[in-house]
């Protein structure tokens, strides 16, 4: 799997190269690729490196580029990120981004599945344990607080009150960790937007205190980056539409949104 991958990464760094962009260029870091929205060379970068960081970056850029997409991800794009994260972990078994992003890219897995079929492969829960394995190591680790925030609130929307008290969610929780996420990290837009996204196809009538606050922190935050000018977009999408929507128009979009 490693090998395979590396080839097909290190191949499109190649084509690049012979097309005279210097990916290896100090100036054209995979970070400084990632912020401006060059996703697929961030990736190519950081995998030349054969680090955790690396390979963590790289299955970040991946899952990145699928969320600007806007649609559900498809299966191969998300084991791609996920044999990203899988490669950060053999390097370091403990490596909190690679942990991330692993959990990210199994929650997306399970998105589009059925209850029972989400309930059997186990994803969700291993998602949420890689979490809040990160907050065992880095109890201030806003991301990973800002990830278990959408997952307790997802799990109540799909699993009901009998689905959620089997898989321990609450919205109790679900608020805690939001709190802690904004807190933690207030001028992350995705942190915002993510939460205000979950509890709009949740109920955007119980919650719409919560969701008002929640997008007018995101329209608010930081917005140097392309992925947050992304999730900024979104955060206006979705509060134009509590004005002009009714309820049911509203679940159904936020709902499909990422």
């Given at each position: ?12 760094l190649?084509?690049?190269?012979a ?7 100090p ?113 201030a ?25 089997m ?21 992350d ?23 008002d ?46």
């Amino acid at each position: 799997m490693r090998q395979l991958l590396l080839s097909l990464l290190t191949a499109g760094l190649v084509v690049g190269l012979a097309h005279g962009e210097d990916a290896l260029s100090p100036r054209r870091t995979a970070s400084e690729a990632f912020d401006d929205g060059r996703y697929a060379e961030a990736a190519r970068i950081a995998v030349v490196a054969d680090t955790a960081d690396a390979y963590a970056l790289a299955a970040r850029a991946v899952l990145a580029e699928a969320m600007c997409a806007g649609v559900q991800p498809s299966d191969e794009v998300l084991m791609r990120a996920e044999a990203l994260a899988g490669l950060a972990l053999e390097r370091d078994p403990h490596h909190v981004e690679g942990r991330l992003q692993l959990a990210i890219a199994l929650s997306l897995r399970v998105r589009p599945m059925s209850k029972l079929e989400a309930w059997r492969t186990g994803l969700g829960e291993e998602a949420r344990d890689l979490a809040e394995s990160v907050i065992m190591d880095e109890p201030a680790n806003a991301y990973a607080h800002g990830f278990l925030a959408v997952w307790h609130v997802e799990v109540v929307r799909r699993g009901g009150g009998f689905g959620a008290s089997m898989m321990g969610a609450s919205m109790e929780d679900a608020f805690m960790h939001y709190q802690l996420a904004a807190a933690l990290a207030p001028d992350d837009a995705g942190l915002h937007w993510q939460m205000a996204r979950a509890l709009a196809a949740l109920d955007p009538v119980e919650y719409r205190e919560e969701i008002d606050t929640a997008l007018a922190r995101a329209i608010a935050a930081d917005d140097t980056t392309a992925l947050q000018r992304v999730m900024v977009a979104r955060a206006w999408l979705l509060s134009d539409a509590l004005i002009t929507q009714d309820s049911e128009m509203v679940e159904a979009l936020a709902a499909g949104l990422l």
